[in-house]
């Protein structure tokens, strides 16, 4: 009787056609710089954000409010699609308006744009709560010596609140690889969908999710290589948990 190893013809996953290897990399790829880009912007509405919040005023932090609350109410899939198409629908609506004619919307900037609205939302209430964490005493001491807002947030608030704020970040990041697989449903080339193109090619479904599925573990095991990395020098000096 033939064992399950030779039933699956592996010779599916060669980096070169016939084979699907090549392909599914550059769909890892993808999955990555969308990833990356949607996690920094992300990062960059989390601060603004977070500061609004914090800092702003009446008018600021009840919009930021509607944000959070609306981005975290509905499902990340029919963000997406909303997004997608009603960001990308808005957009040539606004340059028609303005003479320019319909814009090609790169697919890769829109994802980032999408994952980058999505993750703002929450990367707005970590870095809040990371900010609020820092003891008052420290901000009162910093004040007491002359130093200038901008200081203040450089020197003291940033280093403080970091600690903090990393196991929430480094989870988002998390978070933001796995939701490149939700713009399968917009068509982009990612991972997903490269997969599921593989799999209906060739019908060896099982072979190419469970590929599919160690290549996300891998990118997986790397972040958490490189958070912990991050959060060991950070938490340099601080005493750790009992």
Known sequence: MADAGSLINWSLLALSPPGWGGVLLAGLWQSVQI????????????????????YGGPVARDLLEVYTTLVRAVPELVLILILYYAGTDLLNQLSAALGYGTVDVSGLAAGIFVIGVVQGAYSTEVLRGAIKAVPAGQIEAARAYGMSPGQIMRRITIPAMLPHAIPGLSNLWLIATKDTALLAVVGFSELTLVTRQAAGSTKAYLLFFCAAGVLYLLLTLVSNVLIGLIERRYRRGMAEPA
């Open 35 to 54: 990833a990356v880009g949607g996690y920094a912007l992300g990062l960059a509405l989390g601060t603004g954000g977070a500061m609004g919040k914090l």
